[in-house]
Structure formats: C-alpha cells, structure tokens
C-alpha cells in the first residue's frame, strides 16, 4: 500500500520533470539533433501526460499474425483516453533491440506503468533493471519472460502455452488410439514460431515430451516465425525433406495456413485419415478462420490461445493504483477445439478437460 502511494508521488514528480525538462528545451532550444527527434517523438505523449489520465507504455511484438492483430486491438480498446488513460504504443516488428529501447524510452517518458509482451524469453535483465530503478510498476504479458530475479516484474498475465500443447498431444495420443493406429507409425514435422519465445518453447516441450511418451518420432523442425509466408516456407521443406511426414505440428495459425498451401502444392492431403495417407494437421491459436477449417477437418485440432488480454491487464492496473496486492501470474482461461466429437475431453497431469466440436452457431459469434 504505502509502496503504491510513493510510486505515484514518484511519478507526478517524473511526469512534473519531463514537462519541465520539455518546456525548457523548447524556450531554449537545446539539444542535439538526435535529442531533439527523442523530444519529438515524445511531445504528443508528454502533452497526453498533462491530463490526469494513467499512462501506459505497451512494448508490443508485432503484426506477425491474426492473434497479434487481435491482441493489438484489445488493447487499444481497453485503453482509451475515454476509460482514463494515455496510451503510448510501441510495436517493435519482431526484434528484441527495438522492443528494448521502446522500454527505455518508456522510462524516459515517465509512464505509470509499462505493459511488455516480449518477443524472446531471454535477455531482459539489464532493462528490467532499470525500470525497477526507475519504480515503475511493469506487466509481462501474453509470453514468458526467464530472468534471473522475479522482483524485475511485477505481475505476469498470458496463456499457459504449455498446457495447451499438452492438451492437443493428448488429443492426438487418444484419436489415434480411437482409430487404431499404431503411433511408433506417426512421424511428426514441426514449424516452430520465433525460435526462443515463449510460446514456442512451450508448445515444443509438450511435442517433445508426448513423442517420448507415445513413442511418436519428431522428424524435423524448421521456423516458421508465426507467419503464414514462413510457415508455408517451413512446410515445404519439410515435405520435401520426409515424405513419410503424416503430422505437422504448428505453433500457431497463421503457419497452419501456410502449411496447408504447401500441402496442396505438393500435391497431398490435409485431413484426418492419416491411415491413407493424409497428412494431420494440428495448431495454436483458434483463429475464426481456423474454427473452419477445424469443421471441415483440414485442421484436425486446435489449441486455443485467447488474445483479449486488455480487460484482465485493466484489472491489474486498476488493482495496483488501489494499492491492493495481485497475484504474480495469472492465466488466461482457453480450451481446445477439434473435428470430431468423438474425444470429449482429454486429461492433462490428472485434470480433464472438455474438447470442443466446431458448430455454426460458435463460427457465427466467433469474434477473430
Ligand atoms: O500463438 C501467435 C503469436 O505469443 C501466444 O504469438 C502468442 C503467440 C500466438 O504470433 O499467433
């Protein structure tokens, strides 16, 4: 409680600094060049922190796919000028570099809170650093971050990207059984996401784990950096490389899309009965335009990964400028998808959870 309070004394004095700092450089006229443009991008800003609203610095990833394309505008819903807040949004097009310096500048401006969604799960240490010193409250969103101190963040919100993974494995492990097939028979390819984030580690360490299990073999792996034009490049390599490939697995959607583009060029099928030779596609995410193809069962399965995490970093804040304690991780609450309702549900670490069937009447309200 008290520590909130000296926060945000700490920051009406940062923010009463920067304007000063601002308005004396603009009677001045002072610095360098490359100082000047570092005030010129932050003038809108410092105007905006003039008007009582909270301001939050959001280091996004980038526009590699429909889910970050979805998070991007729950984000920018939440927060608006109308609901109280400034919102300085910094997109740092998949390169961690950039993604740092936004966080610098972040402190440099004096926000109340920073909001990162990190690009790789390493290399934070240095610039969380900073922003401790600096006492602004940061919340790690969407992927993990591995740093050496956990007091560098204060909270942490996203998507158990592990327990999806083992959600889909298990799928696969139980419809494979269900239709007989023998699974030292499933040879699996693997387009990852950006090699070293968060969600590709944990997506890839369930595959790992459920092929040593079942006795599946993990053929190959090629990235595919979340994007449908990489995915699809993955794919192609992968088909050309092991033409005994009969499942890919996807660390998200937009690969999905590629990958089934390579397929068709190559000639094969996208499909479920792997038994004749179709090759079984599963992926991340649950994008509208992968519940489709779920119902038609081109994709056979499909992790959910919800996007909308605006509303519960609100929360968060809101919690935190009433000085009320948080929880340090908080999950987002998702399920997974798949072609059949054959397997209604499938137990994870001696959990259950239901599988759902793709209907019209979830396509219609499906939202992205
Ligand atoms: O699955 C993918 C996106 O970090 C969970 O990043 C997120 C992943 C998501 O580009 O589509």
Same mark, same amino acid.
């Given at each position: 409680?008290?520590?909130?309070?000296?926060?945000?004394?700490?920051?009406?004095?940062?923010?009463?600094?920067?304007?000063?700092?601002?308005?004396?450089?603009? %009677? !001045?006229?002072?610095?360098? *060049?490359? =100082?000047? @443009?570092?005030?010129? #991008?932050?003038?809108?800003?410092? $105007?905006?922190?003039?008007?009582?609203?909270?301001?939050?610095?959001?280091?996004?990833?980038?526009?590699?796919?429909?889910?970050?394309?979805?998070?991007?505008?729950?984000?920018?819903?939440?927060?608006?000028?109308?609901?109280?807040?400034?919102?300085?949004?910094?997109?740092?097009?998949?390169?961690?570099?950039?993604?740092?310096?936004?966080?610098?500048?972040?402190?440099?401006?004096?926000?109340?809170?920073?909001?990162?969604?990190?690009?790789?799960?390493?290399?934070?240490?240095?610039?969380?650093?900073?922003?401790?010193?600096?006492?602004?409250?940061?919340? %790690? !969103?969407?992927?993990?971050? *591995?740093? =050496?101190? @956990?007091?560098?963040? #204060?909270?942490?919100?996203?998507? $158990?990207?592990?327990?999806?993974?083992?959600?889909?494995?298990?799928?696969?492990?139980?419809?494979?059984?269900?239709?007989?097939?023998?699974?030292?028979?499933?040879?699996?390819?693997?387009?990852?996401?950006?090699?070293?984030?968060?969600?590709?580690?944990?997506?890839?360490?369930?595959?790992?784990?459920?092929?040593?299990?079942?006795?599946?073999?993990?053929?190959?792996?090629?990235?595919?950096?979340?994007?449908?034009?990489?995915?699809?490049?993955?794919?192609?390599?992968?088909?050309?490389?092991?033409?005994?490939?009969?499942?890919?697995?996807?660390?998200?959607?937009?690969?999905?899309?590629?990958?089934? =583009?390579?397929?068709?060029?190559?000639?094969?099928?996208?499909?479920? $009965?792997?038994?004749?030779?179709?090759?079984?596609?599963?992926?991340?995410?649950?994008?509208?335009?992968?519940?489709?193809?779920?119902?038609?069962?081109?994709?056979?399965?499909?992790?959910?990964?919800?996007?909308?995490?605006?509303?519960?970093?609100?929360?968060?804040?809101?919690?935190?400028?009433?000085?009320?304690?948080?929880?340090?991780?908080?999950?987002?609450?998702?399920?997974?998808?798949?072609?059949?309702?054959?397997?209604?549900?499938?137990?994870?670490?001696?959990?259950?959870?239901?599988?759902?069937?793709?209907?019209?009447?979830?396509?219609?309200?499906?939202?992205?």
């Amino acid at each position: 409680m008290k520590m909130m309070k000296n926060h945000k004394k700490n920051n009406r004095i940062r923010r009463f600094a920067a304007l000063a700092l601002a308005a004396a450089c603009l %009677v !001045a006229g002072c610095g360098s *060049s490359s =100082e000047e @443009e570092a005030w010129d #991008t932050s003038s809108e800003s410092v $105007d905006a922190l003039n008007n009582g609203n909270i301001t939050v610095g959001f280091a996004q990833v980038g526009e590699e796919s429909d889910w970050r394309r979805a998070n991007s505008d729950s984000i920018r819903r939440t927060f608006t000028t109308e609901n109280g807040y400034n919102l300085l949004f910094e997109d740092a097009q998949n390169d961690q570099s950039v993604q740092i310096s936004s966080v610098s500048r972040f402190i440099q401006e004096g926000v109340d809170y920073i909001v990162l969604e990190p690009i790789l799960e390493t290399g934070w240490d240095t610039v969380l650093e900073e922003v401790k010193k600096a006492g602004i409250p940061i919340i %790690v !969103a969407d992927r993990t971050i *591995s740093v =050496e101190d @956990e007091s560098l963040y #204060t909270v942490w919100v996203g998507s $158990d990207v592990r327990l999806e993974g083992d959600k889909v494995c298990a799928w696969m492990h139980s419809y494979l059984s269900d239709i007989g097939f023998d699974e030292s028979g499933v040879n699996v390819g693997v387009i990852q996401g950006t090699v070293g984030s968060g969600a590709q580690l944990g997506r890839e360490q369930s595959l790992r784990l459920a092929a040593e299990r079942y006795g599946w073999s993990v053929l190959g792996y090629e990235e595919g950096e979340f994007t449908q034009a990489k995915g699809r490049e993955a794919a192609e390599k992968l088909l050309e490389e092991y033409p005994e490939m009969n499942v890919l697995y996807c660390d998200n959607d937009n690969e999905a899309f590629g990958a089934l =583009e390579a397929i068709d060029a190559a000639g094969k099928t996208a499909g479920t $009965d792997i038994e004749n030779g179709e090759i079984m596609v599963v992926a991340f995410d649950a994008t509208k335009k992968a519940l489709q193809y779920v119902q038609d069962g081109v994709i056979a399965c499909d992790g959910e990964c919800d996007p909308d995490n605006g509303p519960m970093i609100e929360e968060i804040i809101q919690k935190l400028e009433a000085g009320e304690s948080v929880p340090k991780k908080q999950y987002m609450d998702e399920t997974i998808f798949a072609f059949t309702d054959s397997i209604s549900s499938v137990e994870v670490d001696g959990t259950s959870y239901e599988v759902q069937a793709v209907t019209d009447d979830l396509l219609n309200t499906r939202e992205y």
